[in-house]
C-alpha cells in the first residue's frame, strides 16, 4: 500500500480503529485515494514484529494469512480491526489491512461502523453451498436428544488426530451449559466422542483397548476426560464405506442420564443412518 510517510513508519500509539485503517492520501494533499497494492505484493520494509514468520518467496503465505484472518473473523462475534488482525497475525498493520481489503472487495469480509470486520456474505453462501448432508439430517435428531434427555448433544467428525465438533445443541430452559461449541476439539484419544470415531474404523495394531472394547460394544462412556466434571457417552454413526466416520456425543453431569443416554444415543445414530441414506437416494 503506498504511504506518504517514511518507509516502515508506524501509526502513534492510541490511534483509533478507523485512523488505523485509513488509505493515505496521495502526496500533494490533493485528497485522492490511490490504489491499495494487489494482494499478496511486497510487505512493509523494515524488520518484522516479534514472532512473526519469515517470509517465503511463493504466493502461499498470503494465502495461509487470508485464511487465518477469515477464521479470526468467523470466531469472532463482536468482529476485529485491522490492529487487532495485525496482532493476532503478527504481521504489520498495512499488511492486515491489504488482506482485510481484499476479504472486503471479495466479499469474504465486510466493514461496519467502528472500523471494525466482520465475514461477509460470500462467508455464508459458500459455507451453506459446500454444506454437507450429514449436518441436514443430524440437526433436528440432536435437537431430539437433547430435549429428551437435558443435556447437550453433539455431532463429531475426525479432523487430522483430533474431534471436531461440527454440530452442537444444547437442552432448552434453565440448567448447566459447557464450554463445548462448533468448532470444539479434542484429541482423538480422549473423551468419549474421538473414541466413538476410532471405533468406527477398522482394528488396528496397538489401538488402545478401550477403542477395541467400543468397536464391540458400539458405545463408549468417559469421565472428565474433555470437560471437568461432566460425563461423554457416544457412539459411531453408520456410514458407507470410504465416506468420513462421524459420532454423536451426548455431555452431561448426571450419571443417571448418561446411564438413561446410552439407548437413546444408540438410536440417534441408526436414525442419522437411515436419513442419510435416504437423503442419498433423493
Keep these: 500500500m ?28 490533493s485528497g485522492a485515494r490511490e490504489a491499495p497494492e494487489p494482494f499478496g505484493e511486497a510487505e512493509t520494509p523494515g524488520t518484522p514484529p516479534q514472532g512473526a514468520a519469515p517470509r517465503r518467496a511463493d504466493g ?3 494465502l495461509e494469512r487470508g485464511l487465518g484472518v477469515l477464521r479470526m473473523l468467523a470466531e469472532s462475534r463482536e468482529g476485529l480491526t485491522a490492529s487487532q488482525v495485525a496482532a493476532r497475525l503478527g504481521v504489520h498493520r498495512s499488511i492486515a489491512y491489504r488482506l482485510l481489503t481484499t476479504l472486503t472487495r471479495t466479499r469474504f469480509a465486510s466493514r461496519v461502523p467502528g472500523g471494525r470486520y466482520r465475514v461477509g456474505v460470500a462467508f455464508f453462501t ?12 443430524a440437526q433436528p435428531v440432536l435437537r431430539e436428544l437433547a430435549v429428551e ?54 482394528p488396528l ?9 467400543a468397536r464391540v460394544r458400539g458405545h463408549v462412556t468417559t469421565h472428565e476426560e474433555v470437560v471437568p466434571g461432566t460425563i461423554g457417552v457416544a457412539a459411531p454413526v453408520r456410514v458407507p464405506a470410504g465416506e468420513q466416520p462421524a459420532a454423536v456425543n451426548v455431555i452431561t453431569h448426571r450419571q443417571d442420564l448418561a446411564d438413561r443416554a446410552i439407548p437413546l444415543v444408540l438410536a440417534a445414530t441408526a436414525r442419522i443412518a437411515d436419513l442419510l441414506e435416504g437423503a442419498r437416494e433423493t
Design 126 to 137: 459458500l459455507a451453506q453451498e459446500a454444506r454437507p448432508p450429514l449436518l441436514d439430517v
Design 2 to 29: 503506498p504511504r506518504s510517510g517514511p518507509r516502515g513508519a508506524r501509526a502513534p500509539e492510541g490511534s483509533s480503529a478507523s485512523e488505523a485503517s485509513r488509505v493515505p492520501q496521495a502526496p500533494g494533499g
Design 205 to 213: 495394531p496397538g489401538e488402545p483397548g478401550r477403542v477395541a472394547e
Design 60 to 62: 502461499s503465505q498470503t
Design 149 to 202: 434427555l437435558g443435556a447437550t448433544a453433539c455431532l463429531v467428525v475426525p479432523d487430522g488426530e483430533h474431534a471436531l465438533a461440527v454440530a452442537v445443541v444444547e437442552p432448552p430452559g434453565p440448567g448447566p451449559r459447557f464450554s463445548y461449541g462448533v468448532g470444539n476439539r479434542d484429541p482423538l484419544e480422549r473423551g468419549a466422542a474421538g473414541l466413538a470415531l476410532l471405533s468406527a474404523g477398522p
